[in-house]
C-alpha cells in the first residue's frame, strides 16, 4: 500500500499494483467495464466493487461508437451507455471517484479518436489530475503514438500497448520498449467476448514479451472464469477479464460484479500443479 | 516522388522508376502510408502483421510483369475494358453548353467501377494462399464485384452489409447469393457502411489466417488508400488517352462524386500534375449540409481517426462518429479517403457537397437527355458536373471549348426502386403504378418448392 503514495518519478501505477499483488503471492487481477454503463454512478459503485473484491488494476473503458476490437456485449453496453447521454468528460470523473475511494490503479481504455478529439495533451492532463493511471489503447500502435508518448511522459501516465499472437518478434520488441506500466497480451486472434477456453496462444504471446524484455504483461481476451485466472497466473503477470464482468452488472447489478471479482481472484488462491517461476 | 521516411528500398526504387515522378513535386503515385497529416495505420495490433504481408505482396506485385498481364488480361477479357468515352451532347446543354464526356465505369462487368479493385485484391489474395474473401458493401457494388470476383478466382466470399442498406439495396443482396456468396446483415449503428467495416475488421481480426479483407475504398489503414488507388488509376489512363484522341486536348475540368473515392481517386490520378485540369470531387450533401443529415466529410468534417486512417472524418465534440445521411447507400460514410483529405488541404482539388434533391434531378436528366441510367452515386457528380459547367462557361464566347469529363462510375439498374419511389411512380402497396391491372393468375418464373408442388395440384 505504500507504493501508492511513493514519490513519483514515473513511478508507474499499474506497475506497483501489479509488484503489490506479487509481494502478496498471487498475480494481479484486472477488470474491465465501461463508463456510463447502465449509468455513470453504477459504473462507479461497480468499479469500487470490482476494487474491494480483490481487483488490483480497474479498466474503465471508454464507450465509442465504433468499437471494431469488442465483441456483442461490450458493444450494447457501450452502446447504451451513449444512448444514455454519455459524454468523454464524464470518464474524469469516474476516475476521480473510483481513485478516492480504492487503492486500485485506474486505467482508461479508449479508442484513439476520443482522445485525439479532446487533444492528446489536454486528455493526458485531465486524466493525471483525475488520479488515473494511464490509457489501454487497442487501436494505437506505438508506431502512431509520437504524440502520446510526450504526453505520456509529461504526465507521468502508462502507456498499456497489445501484443499480439500475429506480432512479429521485432513488433514485440519495439511494443515492449513503447510500453510503461504493463504489456497487453492478446490471448486470441479475435474480439473481446468470453470463450469457453483460453488459447493456448496466450502463453507464446507471454513468452515473447517476456523475452523482448517486459517485466510485467498481461492476459487478456477471453478469460471468464476462476480455472482461467488459474491457468493464465502460472505464466503471466496478471489476468484481464472484461466481458464477463460487463455481463454481470447488466444480469445481476454490482452485487453480481462484486460477487465474480471475488469468484474470479479465487482463482489465484486455488490449488495450482504448476507454481508461478521465480 | 521519394519520401525520405520511407526505409524500404523496393518501395523507394519502384517511385524513383515511374518516369512522372521525375518531377519533384509530382502528386501522383503518393505511396502512402502518410498523405501530408493523413493516412497511417490506426489499427489493432492483431492485425499489422496481415497489413505488412499485404503491403509487401502489393508492392511486388505491382512490379511483376506476370501479375500485371493477369490484371490487364481481366481487365479486357472480363471487365471489358476499357470502358468508353461517350459525349454526352443532349446533356451538355444543361451544363452550360460544355462538352461534357463520360466515362463509362456503368459498362464494367458488374456494373462499376469496384471490379478494377476487387480483381486485383482477389489475385493477391491467391498470391498470399488465402481461401477466404470478406468485404463490406454500402450500395452492393462492391459486394457483388467481390462475389463475382470469388466466383470467378474460386474463394468463399462473405460480404457484411448494414441491415439498412440491404432494405435500400435488396436486388444486390439478390445477386450477391446468386453469386455464390454469403451475405450478412450489420443491425449494429447506424446499420449503414461504416458498422459493415466495423463487422468485417472484427472477423478479419478473427480469421486472418485464411481471409483477406477485400475493402472496397481508398479508405483504411496503409497499404488500402495506395493499393486500391493503384487498381483504379486504370480508368485515369485510358479517360486521358481518350480525351486527347477525342477533343485533341486535356480537359478543362474532371467531376466525380466522393464516398470513400475510390472512382474518383481512379480519374483524377492520371490528372493531378496537370494544373490546367480543375478537378472537382462532390461528396454526399444529403438533406443539404445546413440541416446537419449528409454525408459530407470534408465539406464539414473535421480531421480524425476511424476505420485505419488519419482523414477528415464526420464527429461530435467527444470525437464519437456522427452518422451520415445520403440518399446514395454507395456515399453514405461519415468519412473519406486520406489521399482525398490531403488533396482538399492542399488545394488540388476542390470538393463540394450535392444534396439529393440535385443529384436525383441529375439521375432524371440523363437518363431522358442520353438514354442512360446513372447509378444515385454518380447522379452527384452529374449534378456537379452541370454546375461546374455553368460556372466554366460564364463569359466564355464558345462554352464548346470548355470540356468536362465526368466519371460515371455505375449504372443506375439497381437504384430503379429508389429512383420510382423518389418520383412518385409507386402506389401505396409500393408497386409501380399501373402494373397491377391484370385479372389473370400470375404464370411468373418457378416458384419454391413446396409452392411448386401445390401449382402443380391447380394446373
Given at each position: 500500500m505504500s507504493e501508492n503514495t511513493a514519490p513519483a518519478q514515473f513511478a508507474s501505477k499499474s506497475a506497483a499494483a501489479i509488484d503489490r499483488a506479487k509481494a502478496a503471492g498471487r498475480k494481479a487481477l484486472i477488470a474491465y467495464l465501461p463508463a456510463g454503463f447502465p449509468d455513470k454512478q453504477t459504473s462507479i459503485d461497480a468499479a469500487i466493487a470490482l476494487a474491494r473484491n480483490g481487483a488490483d488494476i480497474i479498466e474503465i473503458g471508454i464507450p465509442y461508437s465504433d468499437p471494431v476490437m469488442d465483441g456483442a456485449v461490450i458493444q450494447a453496453a457501450t452502446t447504451e451507455a451513449l444512448n444514455k447521454?454519455?459524454?468523454?468528460?464524464?470518464v474524469f470523473d469516474i476516475v476521480a471517484a473510483v481513485t478516492a475511494e480504492t487503492d486500485a490503479a485506474v486505467l482508461v481504455m479508449t479508442y484513439w479518436n476520443p482522445v485525439d478529439r479532446l487533444g492528446v495533451d489536454e486528455f493526458s492532463r485531465r486524466l493525471a489530475e483525475a488520479g488515473g493511471a494511464g490509457l489501454i489503447t487497442p487501436d494505437l500502435i506505438p508506431d502512431e503514438a509520437a504524440e502520446w508518448f510526450a504526453a505520456s511522459d509529461k504526465y507521468g501516465l502508462d502507456r498499456v500497448f497489445l501484443v499480439a499472437p500475429s506480432s512479429t518478434p521485432e513488433r514485440v520488441a519495439m511494443t515492449v520498449a513503447a510500453s510503461r506500466g504493463f504489456v497487453y497480451a492478446v490471448s486470441i486472434m479475435g474480439v473481446t467476448g468470453a470463450r469457453t477456453s483460453v488459447s493456448s496462444a496466450a502463453e507464446a504471446v507471454v513468452a515473447a514479451a517476456h523475452a523482448a524484455g517486459a517485466e510485467r504483461a498481461c492476459v487478456g481476451l477471453g478469460v471468464s472464469k476462476p480455472e482461467h485466472v488459474r491457468e493464465i497466473a502460472a505464466y503471466a503477470d496478471g489476468v484481464i477479464v472484461g466481458t464477463a464482468l460487463v455481463a454481470a452488472l447488466r444480469d445481476g447489478g454490482v452485487a453480481a460484479v462484486g460477487a465474480l471479482a471475488k469468484e474470479l481472484s479465487g482463482g489465484f488462491d486455488a490449488p495450482t500443479s504448476s507454481n508461478p517461476e521465480a | 516522388m521519394s519520401d525520405p521516411g520511407m526505409s524500404d528500398p523496393a518501395t523507394a526504387f519502384l517511385a524513383g522508376d515511374?518516369?512522372?515522378?521525375?518531377?519533384?513535386?509530382?502528386?501522383?503515385?503518393?505511396?502512402?502510408?502518410?498523405?501530408g497529416n493523413y493516412g497511417g495505420r490506426w489499427m489493432p495490433e492483431s492485425l499489422i502483421a496481415a497489413l505488412d504481408e499485404l503491403e509487401e505482396t502489393f508492392e511486388k506485385a505491382k512490379v511483376d510483369p506476370e501479375f500485371l498481364a493477369e490484371i490487364a488480361e481481366l481487365n479486357k477479357n472480363?471487365?471489358?475494358?476499357?470502358?468508353l468515352l461517350t459525349e454526352a451532347k443532349r446533356f451538355s446543354a444543361h451544363a452550360g453548353g460544355a462538352r461534357v464526356f463520360l466515362k463509362r465505369e456503368d459498362l464494367n462487368h458488374t456494373g462499376s467501377h469496384k471490379i478494377n479493385n476487387v480483381l486485383g485484391q482477389v489475385l493477391l489474395a491467391k498470391r498470399m494462399g488465402k481461401t477466404r474473401i470478406i468485404a463490406e458493401t454500402g450500395a452492393g457494388q462492391h459486394g457483388v464485384a467481390s462475389a463475382t470476383a470469388a466466383a470467378l478466382l474460386g474463394l468463399e466470399c462473405v460480404v457484411y452489409m448494414g441491415a439498412e442498406d440491404c432494405r435500400r439495396q435488396a436486388l444486390n443482396v439478390a445477386r450477391m447469393q446468386l453469386l455464390g456468396a454469403t451475405v450478412v446483415p450489420v443491425t449494429n449503428g447506424s446499420q449503414t457502411l461504416k458498422d459493415a467495416i466495423n463487422d468485417a475488421l472484427r472477423d478479419w481480426v478473427a480469421n486472418v489466417d485464411n481471409t483477406h479483407y477485400v475493402l472496397g475504398?481508398?479508405?483504411?489503414?496503409?497499404p488500402f488508400p495506395a493499393m486500391v488507388r493503384f487498381f483504379h488509376e486504370v480508368i485515369g489512363e485510358e479517360a486521358r488517352g481518350q480525351i486527347l484522341e477525342q477533343v485533341g486536348r486535356l480537359p478543362d475540368a474532371l467531376c466525380a462524386c466522393i464516398g470513400g473515392g475510390s472512382n474518383a481517386i481512379g480519374l483524377f490520378h492520371a490528372f493531378l500534375d496537370d494544373p490546367s485540369v480543375k478537378i472537382y470531387g462532390f461528396e454526399a450533401g444529403g438533406d443539404g449540409v445546413e440541416t446537419g443529415r449528409h454525408a459530407a466529410a470534408i465539406t464539414l468534417g473535421r480531421p480524425g481517426v476511424m476505420h485505419g486512417a488519419r482523414s477528415y472524418l464526420m464527429q461530435d465534440d467527444d470525437g464519437q462518429t456522427v452518422e451520415s445521411h445520403s440518399i446514395s447507400a454507395g456515399l453514405d460514410y461519415p468519412s473519406v479517403g486520406p489521399e482525398h483529405s490531403y488533396l482538399s488541404d492542399i488545394g488540388r482539388v476542390s470538393y463540394e457537397p450535392i444534396t439529393d434533391v440535385e443529384a436525383m434531378d441529375a439521375f432524371k436528366l440523363l437518363s431522358q437527355t442520353e438514354g442512360i441510367i446513372p447509378a444515385i452515386e454518380s447522379s452527384h457528380a452529374l449534378a456537379g458536373a452541370i454546375k461546374v459547367g455553368q460556372r466554366l462557361t460564364e463569359g466564355v464566347g464558345d462554352p464548346s471549348d470548355v470540356v468536362i469529363i465526368v466519371n460515371l462510375s455505375g449504372r443506375g439498374d439497381k437504384d430503379v426502386e429508389t429512383a420510382a419511389a423518389w418520383f412518385g411512380m409507386l402506389d401505396e402497396q409500393g408497386h409501380?403504378?399501373?402494373?397491377?391491372?391484370?385479372?389473370?393468375?400470375a404464370k411468373g418464373a418457378a416458384p419454391a418448392a413446396d409452392e411448386n408442388a401445390e401449382d402443380a395440384t391447380h394446373e
Amino acid at each position: 500500500m505504500s507504493e501508492n503514495t511513493a514519490p513519483a518519478q514515473f513511478a508507474s501505477k499499474s506497475a506497483a499494483a501489479i509488484d503489490r499483488a506479487k509481494a502478496a503471492g498471487r498475480k494481479a487481477l484486472i477488470a474491465y467495464l465501461p463508463a456510463g454503463f447502465p449509468d455513470k454512478q453504477t459504473s462507479i459503485d461497480a468499479a469500487i466493487a470490482l476494487a474491494r473484491n480483490g481487483a488490483d488494476i480497474i479498466e474503465i473503458g471508454i464507450p465509442y461508437s465504433d468499437p471494431v476490437m469488442d465483441g456483442a456485449v461490450i458493444q450494447a453496453a457501450t452502446t447504451e451507455a451513449l444512448n444514455k447521454g454519455f459524454r468523454v468528460a464524464d470518464v474524469f470523473d469516474i476516475v476521480a471517484a473510483v481513485t478516492a475511494e480504492t487503492d486500485a490503479a485506474v486505467l482508461v481504455m479508449t479508442y484513439w479518436n476520443p482522445v485525439d478529439r479532446l487533444g492528446v495533451d489536454e486528455f493526458s492532463r485531465r486524466l493525471a489530475e483525475a488520479g488515473g493511471a494511464g490509457l489501454i489503447t487497442p487501436d494505437l500502435i506505438p508506431d502512431e503514438a509520437a504524440e502520446w508518448f510526450a504526453a505520456s511522459d509529461k504526465y507521468g501516465l502508462d502507456r498499456v500497448f497489445l501484443v499480439a499472437p500475429s506480432s512479429t518478434p521485432e513488433r514485440v520488441a519495439m511494443t515492449v520498449a513503447a510500453s510503461r506500466g504493463f504489456v497487453y497480451a492478446v490471448s486470441i486472434m479475435g474480439v473481446t467476448g468470453a470463450r469457453t477456453s483460453v488459447s493456448s496462444a496466450a502463453e507464446a504471446v507471454v513468452a515473447a514479451a517476456h523475452a523482448a524484455g517486459a517485466e510485467r504483461a498481461c492476459v487478456g481476451l477471453g478469460v471468464s472464469k476462476p480455472e482461467h485466472v488459474r491457468e493464465i497466473a502460472a505464466y503471466a503477470d496478471g489476468v484481464i477479464v472484461g466481458t464477463a464482468l460487463v455481463a454481470a452488472l447488466r444480469d445481476g447489478g454490482v452485487a453480481a460484479v462484486g460477487a465474480l471479482a471475488k469468484e474470479l481472484s479465487g482463482g489465484f488462491d486455488a490449488p495450482t500443479s504448476s507454481n508461478p517461476e521465480a | 516522388m521519394s519520401d525520405p521516411g520511407m526505409s524500404d528500398p523496393a518501395t523507394a526504387f519502384l517511385a524513383g522508376d515511374r518516369a512522372e515522378s521525375a518531377q519533384e513535386h509530382s502528386l501522383r503515385h503518393a505511396p502512402g502510408p502518410y498523405f501530408g497529416n493523413y493516412g497511417g495505420r490506426w489499427m489493432p495490433e492483431s492485425l499489422i502483421a496481415a497489413l505488412d504481408e499485404l503491403e509487401e505482396t502489393f508492392e511486388k506485385a505491382k512490379v511483376d510483369p506476370e501479375f500485371l498481364a493477369e490484371i490487364a488480361e481481366l481487365n479486357k477479357n472480363y471487365s471489358g475494358r476499357p470502358s468508353l468515352l461517350t459525349e454526352a451532347k443532349r446533356f451538355s446543354a444543361h451544363a452550360g453548353g460544355a462538352r461534357v464526356f463520360l466515362k463509362r465505369e456503368d459498362l464494367n462487368h458488374t456494373g462499376s467501377h469496384k471490379i478494377n479493385n476487387v480483381l486485383g485484391q482477389v489475385l493477391l489474395a491467391k498470391r498470399m494462399g488465402k481461401t477466404r474473401i470478406i468485404a463490406e458493401t454500402g450500395a452492393g457494388q462492391h459486394g457483388v464485384a467481390s462475389a463475382t470476383a470469388a466466383a470467378l478466382l474460386g474463394l468463399e466470399c462473405v460480404v457484411y452489409m448494414g441491415a439498412e442498406d440491404c432494405r435500400r439495396q435488396a436486388l444486390n443482396v439478390a445477386r450477391m447469393q446468386l453469386l455464390g456468396a454469403t451475405v450478412v446483415p450489420v443491425t449494429n449503428g447506424s446499420q449503414t457502411l461504416k458498422d459493415a467495416i466495423n463487422d468485417a475488421l472484427r472477423d478479419w481480426v478473427a480469421n486472418v489466417d485464411n481471409t483477406h479483407y477485400v475493402l472496397g475504398t481508398v479508405a483504411g489503414a496503409h497499404p488500402f488508400p495506395a493499393m486500391v488507388r493503384f487498381f483504379h488509376e486504370v480508368i485515369g489512363e485510358e479517360a486521358r488517352g481518350q480525351i486527347l484522341e477525342q477533343v485533341g486536348r486535356l480537359p478543362d475540368a474532371l467531376c466525380a462524386c466522393i464516398g470513400g473515392g475510390s472512382n474518383a481517386i481512379g480519374l483524377f490520378h492520371a490528372f493531378l500534375d496537370d494544373p490546367s485540369v480543375k478537378i472537382y470531387g462532390f461528396e454526399a450533401g444529403g438533406d443539404g449540409v445546413e440541416t446537419g443529415r449528409h454525408a459530407a466529410a470534408i465539406t464539414l468534417g473535421r480531421p480524425g481517426v476511424m476505420h485505419g486512417a488519419r482523414s477528415y472524418l464526420m464527429q461530435d465534440d467527444d470525437g464519437q462518429t456522427v452518422e451520415s445521411h445520403s440518399i446514395s447507400a454507395g456515399l453514405d460514410y461519415p468519412s473519406v479517403g486520406p489521399e482525398h483529405s490531403y488533396l482538399s488541404d492542399i488545394g488540388r482539388v476542390s470538393y463540394e457537397p450535392i444534396t439529393d434533391v440535385e443529384a436525383m434531378d441529375a439521375f432524371k436528366l440523363l437518363s431522358q437527355t442520353e438514354g442512360i441510367i446513372p447509378a444515385i452515386e454518380s447522379s452527384h457528380a452529374l449534378a456537379g458536373a452541370i454546375k461546374v459547367g455553368q460556372r466554366l462557361t460564364e463569359g466564355v464566347g464558345d462554352p464548346s471549348d470548355v470540356v468536362i469529363i465526368v466519371n460515371l462510375s455505375g449504372r443506375g439498374d439497381k437504384d430503379v426502386e429508389t429512383a420510382a419511389a423518389w418520383f412518385g411512380m409507386l402506389d401505396e402497396q409500393g408497386h409501380v403504378k399501373g402494373t397491377t391491372l391484370s385479372t389473370r393468375t400470375a404464370k411468373g418464373a418457378a416458384p419454391a418448392a413446396d409452392e411448386n408442388a401445390e401449382d402443380a395440384t391447380h394446373e
